[in-house]
T-cell receptor
Framework: AQKITQTQPGMFVQEKEAVTLDCTYD???????LFWYKQPSSGEMIFLIY??????QNATEGRYSLNFQKARKSANLVISASQLGDSAMYFC?????????????FGTGTRLLVSP | DVKVTQSSRYLVKRTGEKVFLECVQD?????MFWYRQDPGLGLRLIYF???????EKGDIPEGYSVSREKKERFSLILESASTNQTSMYLC?????????????FGSGTRLTVV
């Protein structure tokens, strides 16, 4: 069964520093996609970054980069130059096909707190 | 701006009540989803729908049902609310060909059952 594991319930970082949020996944399917979402206190889920299983290069979106290590089944999110507004919950997720339907499965999340 | 709108942000209901959570999207998306979010458990899929009047069970459908009479609206129904259904409920939608970045989420409904 597909599974996403986030082992860090909470992380602290100082403003302007970089931080890495860990994510490992488990799947036997060769085709899948990995995502990171941000959830601020307002509740909505904001898409940050996507990595396809066949993508050769690590995905980057502005200050966000995804450190994709396929053999280790890890997809860590790196946030460079943290800002106070980065304080939020972060979810790693994986999309896969199951019984003909596309499904998105989430990890348990990491709460990031950025301090001045 | 494209949107998924959940009708209530906060809801308090009594045990045994029938509860309707409404979700409307304006993107003409085929797929719609209901997730439940609990601390330490992340988001878990309750039900999803890939077309009008079509529905499929997710990972935790017990105690819930859904209705999709129109493409833009997907309702989650708690037939007889119980305290263990106190949670944050998130609705999402995507196109048939959409991948994760095609998922648009609502702001969530925080339901408390007393």
């Amino acid at each position: 069964a597909q599974k996403i594991t986030q082992t860090q319930p909470g992380m602290f970082v100082q403003e302007k520093e970089a931080v890495t949020l860990d994510c490992t996944y488990d799947t036997s399917d060769p085709s899948y996609g990995l995502f990171w979402y941000k959830q601020p206190s307002s509740g909505e889920m904001i898409f940050l970054i996507y990595q396809g299983s066949y993508d050769q290069q690590n995905a980057t979106e502005g200050r966000y980069s995804l450190n994709f290590q396929k053999a280790r089944k890890s997809a860590n999110l790196v946030i460079s130059a943290s800002q106070l507004g980065d304080s939020a919950m972060y979810f790693c997720a994986m999309i896969y096909m199951n019984t003909g339907f596309q499904k998105l499965v989430f990890g348990t999340g990491t709460r990031l707190l950025v301090s001045p | 701006d494209v949107k998924v709108t959940q009708s209530s942000r906060y809801l308090v209901k009594r045990t045994g009540e029938k509860v309707f959570l409404e979700c409307v999207q304006d993107m003409d998306h085929e797929n719609m989803f209901w997730y439940r979010q609990d601390p330490g458990l992340g988001l878990r899929l309750i039900y999803f729908s890939y077309d009008v009047k079509m529905k499929e069970k997710g990972d935790i459908p017990e105690g819930y049902s859904v209705s999709r009479e129109k493409k833009e609206r997907f309702s989650l129904i708690l037939e007889s609310a119980s305290t263990n259904q106190t949670s944050m409920y998130l609705c999402a939608s995507t196109t048939q060909a959409g991948r994760g970045f095609g998922y648009t989420f609502g702001s969530g409904t925080r339901l408390t059952v007393v």
